[in-house]
């Protein structure tokens, strides 16, 4: 197993060390740059068409128009897993403004960089799903309200906190004070009858590729209710299972927030059978 990657302006995948940007590009000056982070299963690229759209969105939102077909990103990440060579892989996709002079101006940019980054793939096994993580609410905001650019120091420093208070994760809340999402994922609850909620993308929350997934498992498969509206922090606190999703993750329990044990302090009835259901979604995936 190993790490290789892509770049635009190397054409080719290669070593690490054989991979380098200018200092003067705008995603290492700025934060001015795109991403995705992906996963395969089966060596399948888990739904890397949604994955683009969303790049191309991201993209949009900060009027870049980005210089590279989806064709290409494709036969690159391709081609980087297959010198990879590892059973399954995580991928980063990061596409830059390019270089230019130490200026704001993004006329000035020019020669933008798409970088793709595979590495072997890390996830939870099943006594960690089971265990859980905790999690603490904190306050402030993320990245750029729904859009998945390279500035994410909101997200930086809301999971340093929660490291500092001794959690695992950290839920941010929205300028009005709502549940908007995690510092890399999205959350949803379930109440005591059994019904779930998760905040509406209207909180300016990432729209997770996984998000959708589970609410199409959990609205089809498994049957259940699930409203999409405003969470204030207390509802959270006060709710008999949390989880959290994500494409790497999945779906993952939170099992104490604030301190305070969630439910039974363990993965939920209902969280189980969702983490089920996910997980026959990518067997699938894997061999679509």
Known sequence: MG???????????????????????????????VYETMRTAGGRVVELEPHLDRLWRSAAGIAFELPFGREQLRAAIDETLAAAGNP??????????????????????E?????????????????????????????????????????????????????????????????????????????FMVDARGGVSTPSLATGLLAGITRGVVLELLRGE??????????????????????MTSSVRGVMPVTTLDGARVGAGEAGPLTVKLAAAYDRYLDGQSRA
């Open 88 to 109: 399954d892989s995580r991928i980063r996709l990061v596409v830059t403004r390019g270089t230019g002079p130490i200026a704001l101006d993004t006329r000035m940019a």
């Open 111 to 187: 020669s933008p960089v798409a970088v793709v980054m595979v590495t072997p793939l890390s996830v939870p096994d099943e006594a960690a799903r089971t265990r859980g993580i905790s999690a603490v609410i904190v306050s402030g905001e993320g990245a750029i309200a729904g859009l998945k650019t390279g500035s994410y120091l909101g997200n930086i420093l809301a999971l340093r906190k929660a490291h500092e208070d001794g959690a695992d994760d950290a839920i941010m809340c929205n300028a009005e004070g709502a549940v908007a999402e995690g510092a890399t994922s999205n959350v």
């Open 3 to 33: 790490t290789k990657i892509w770049m635009s302006s190397l054409g080719r995948a290669v070593d690490p060390e054989h991979a380098t940007i200018s200092v003067f590009d705008r995603g290492f000056l700025y934060g001015d740059s």
């Open 222 to 243: 498994l049957g259940v209710e699930v409203h999409e509206g405003t969470i204030w922090p207390d509802q959270l606190r006060g709710a008999a299972e949390v989880f």
